[in-house]
């Protein structure tokens, strides 16, 4: 069994109500985010591949450009602009690109962050 692994990067804006980080985090600000994408599989004898990272990039361009530079409070399907709720987003949009095994979204400045393994069954 292999993992693959790929990371992109997005900016974007939020305002989180409900924490203990109190007013700051009510007011619109901004964060960097890196998010990493796992795939599991085996191989292709043919091509070597678990997936092709060209098609992998491509989709996750995809959901790149749906959260960059945006403010995520107004992406409705997202809910609540946390790390949990975007790790769930991303994941649910990235499903048909391979055998998912995590989605981690990192929000490196503030030390955190949360990593989804899809849909308990
Ligand atoms: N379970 C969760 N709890 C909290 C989340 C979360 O996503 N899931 N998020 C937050 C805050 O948004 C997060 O901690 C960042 O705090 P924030 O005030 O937005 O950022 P800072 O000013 O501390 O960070 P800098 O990027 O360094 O400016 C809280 N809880
Ligand atoms: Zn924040």
Same mark, same amino acid.
């Given at each position: 069994?292999?993992?693959?692994t790929?990371?992109?990067?997005?900016?974007? %804006?939020?305002a989180?109500?409900?924490?203990t980080?109190? %007013?700051d985090?009510?007011?619109? @600000?901004?964060?960097?985010?890196?998010?990493?994408?796992?795939?599991?599989?085996?191989?292709d004898?043919?091509?070597?591949m678990v997936?092709?990272?060209?098609?992998?990039?491509h989709?996750?361009?995809?959901?790149?450009?749906?959260?960059?530079?945006?403010?995520l409070?107004?992406?409705?399907?997202?809910?609540? #602009?946390?790390?949990e709720n975007?790790?769930?987003?991303?994941?649910?949009?990235?499903? @048909? %690109?391979?055998?998912l095994t995590?989605v981690?979204?990192h929000r490196?400045? /503030?030390?955190?962050? /949360?990593?989804?393994?899809g #849909?308990? %069954?």
């Open positions: 069994m292999w993992e693959l790929k990371s992109f990067r997005f900016e974007a %804006a939020h989180l109500t409900g924490t980080f109190g %007013a985090s009510e007011e619109i @600000h901004g964060h960097s985010f890196r998010t990493e994408v796992t795939v599991r599989g085996t191989p004898p043919a091509t070597g997936v092709d990272l060209g098609l992998l990039e989709s996750m361009e995809e959901v790149r450009r749906t959260l960059d530079h945006k403010l409070n107004k992406i409705t399907t997202l809910g609540p #602009p946390t790390l975007l790790s769930r987003f991303i994941w649910e949009r990235l499903q @048909h %690109a391979g055998r995590r981690s979204v490196d400045s /503030c030390n955190e962050s /949360c990593t989804y393994y #849909p308990q %069954a």
